[in-house]
C-alpha cells in the first residue's frame, strides 16, 4: 500500500511538471499564433495579457490626427528622446503637412511620409512584437492597421571598447570586444572594410532569440566549410543561448576529448587573421568572445606578440613554450616514476640529497606530489574568484606559507616543492587557458601512471595522448596540422615564424582556394650609401 501511495504521488509530481511544461510551450505557440486585429483596444489588451502587465511595459496613447494610436516600448532599454520624436512626428506632422491617416492605411503612410527611418519594420503577432521590443526598439500601433511598425529607440548600455584582460600584448591593438554584437562585428569591418566580408545571421534558442553572426571571406572560406557551420548551428534546439558557451557543445566534432576544437577569442585581430585565413568566425550576441572554427593545436600555442617580434626572438619563444607545455605536463610523473622505480637513472650525489631530504617523511612521494598540486590548484582557482586587489597576494602568500610549512613539519620533500613550482611556473607560459587546463588535467594522469607503472606508465600515457590528437577533427580538419598530416609549406608558422615577406602563401588546408597571399621579390635589400654623390650630378 505505502508503494502504491508513493508511486501515485510521484506519477502526480510529473504530472504536474509535464503541465508547468506544456504551459510555458503553449504560452509560446499562443504568443506566435496571436495575430493583431486591427482594433486597438483589444490587441493593447493581448499585448498586456501576454506580458503579464509586468511594469516595464508602457503604452503611450496618442492621436495621429484624428486616428486613434498607441506607442508600445519596454522601460529602460528605450532611448526617451527617440520615443518623444516619433510621438511628436504622428501627432503634430499630419496636420502641418496636412495629410489625413486613414484607418487601414494610416500606419502605411505613417511609414512612408511621417516617419522617415532606414530602420522601419513590421510585425504581425505578439511573440515577434516582444521580440523587438525586448531589444530596444519601439512599436507603432494605428487603429485599422493589422501590423505593428517597429522604429529604432535602442538606448544600448554597454561598457566602453578597451584592452582584453585575459589577452594582454606588449605590442599591438589594444582594443577587444565587448557585449554588443554590432560594435564587435564594427572592430572586424574597420580591419576588413571589403564587400568579400560576409556576414549572415541566425537566432537561437527558443525563449533568448538570441543573435548569433557567422563571419567569413566570400571566395576564401571553403564552402564545404561553410555549409558544415551552417548545418550545425541550424540544428540547435535549445530554450536559451547566454553565450559561446551554450553552443560549443553542439559543433564541435568530438564531445569526448579534454582538449578545446574551437579557438575562442576576444582579440578583434586574431579573428581577423583568421578570417584572412579562411577559417569562419561565430559570434553570440551578449558575450564578448568570437570561435574560430576550424582550429588547430598549433593556433594555440601562439600570441599576438609573435607577430610583433623579429622571427629569431619570435622562434625561441614559441619553442621555450612548447617545451613548457611539456615540462609543466610531464615533470611530475617522471620525477614520481624515477624515484619510486628507476633510482639508477639518478646521479648517485643527487639520489642520496634526494633520499636524505626525504627522511621523516611519512606519505610516498607520489601522495606528495598530488596533495601538492591539488593544493596549488585550488590557490590557482581561489585567485580567480578573489576581488582584484587581494586575488595575487592571497595565492602568492598562500602558496609561499603552505609550502615553507609543510616542509618544516616534515609532511612533503623539499624536492616535491621544487617540482610543483617549476611545473607551475611553465604551464602559465600557455598562451590558451583553455589547453593549459587540458594539460593541466593530463598532468594528473601522468603522475598516477608514473607511479604505478614508472616511466613505461608514463610513455604509454604519452602515446595514447600523441594519438589521441592525431585522431581529433575541428570541422573536419586534422587538430594537428602541419604536423600530422604534415603539410611543409604550412611550417613557416608553426613552432618558428618566417619573415612576413616569406608567408606568400596560406594555409593549404583552409585557404586553398586562394593560396596566394602577396608576390614574391618583396624581401629588403641593402640600399645605396647615402654618403656617396649621384654620378650624373
Known sequence: MLNWIKGRLG???????????????????????????????RDLKAIREAGGNSYDLTVRRFKAGSLPGALIYLEGLTDKRSSEEIVRSLV??????????????????????????????????????????????????????????????????????????????????????????????????????????????????????????????????????????RSRLQQIDIDAVLGTGYIEDYIEDNAYTIFPLLFRTERPDKVTAALLEGRVAIMVEGTPFAMIAPTELAMLMQSPDDYFEVPAICAFIRMLRYAALFVSTLLPGIYVAIVTFHQELLPTDLFLRISSSREGVPFPVIAEMLLLDLIFEMLREAGLRL??????????????????????????????????????????????????????????????????????????????????????????????????PLVLADLKDSVVRTWWWGMRSRPKLTGGREPLRQPAGQEPEPGEDPGEEDEDS
Open 11 to 41: 506519477m502526480g509530481r510529473r504530472t504536474r511538471e509535464q503541465g508547468e511544461a506544456e504551459d510555458l510551450s503553449s504560452l509560446q505557440e499562443k504568443a506566435a499564433r496571436e495575430m493583431f486585429t486591427g482594433n486597438l483596444k
Open 92 to 229: 503634430h506632422e499630419p496636420a502641418r503637412l496636412k495629410i489625413t491617416l486613414k484607418k487601414g492605411r494610416g500606419l502605411e503612410m505613417a511609414r512612408e511620409k511621417l516617419l522617415i527611418s532606414d530602420q522601419l519594420s513590421t510585425v504581425k503577432n505578439i511573440a515577434d512584437l516582444f521580440s523587438e521590443i525586448s531589444r530596444g526598439a519601439g512599436a507603432v500601433f494605428l487603429e485599422g492597421s493589422t501590423e505593428a511598425l517597429i522604429c529604432d529607440t535602442r538606448q544600448p548600455k554597454t561598457r566602453q571598447v578597451e584592452e582584453p584582460k585575459n589577452e594582454t600584448v606588449l605590442r599591438g591593438p589594444r582594443d577587444g570586444f565587448i557585449e554588443n554584437l554590432q560594435v564587435n562585428t564594427s572592430l572586424i569591418r574597420m580591419r576588413l572594410p571589403i564587400p568579400q566580408l560576409w556576414i549572415e545571421t541566425i537566432t537561437l534558442g527558443r525563449l533568448s532569440r538570441t543573435g548569433i553572426v557567422i563571419l567569413y571571406l566570400k571566395g576564401l572560406a571553403r564552402e564545404k566549410l561553410l555549409r558544415e557551420v
Open 387 to 484: 576581488p582584484p586587489a587581494i586575488g595575487p597576494a592571497i595565492s602568492i602568500v598562500g602558496a609561499l606559507i603552505l609550502g615553507d610549512a609543510a616542509v618544516r613539519a616534515g609532511l612533503v620533500s623539499p624536492g616535491v616543492v621544487i617540482i610543483i613550482a617549476t611545473t607551475a611556473i611553465a604551464g602559465f607560459t600557455t598562451p590558451a587557458f583553455s589547453l593549459g587546463a587540458s594539460f593541466r588535467l593530463l598532468r594528473f594522469v601522468f603522475t598516477i601512471l608514473g607511479a604505478v607503472f614508472g616511466l613505461f606508465g608514463v610513455q604509454f600515457a604519452l602515446l595514447l595522448a600523441i594519438v589521441h590528437l592525431c585522431s581529433l577533427r575541428s570541422f573536419g580538419m586534422p587538430y594537428l596540422a602541419p604536423f600530422a
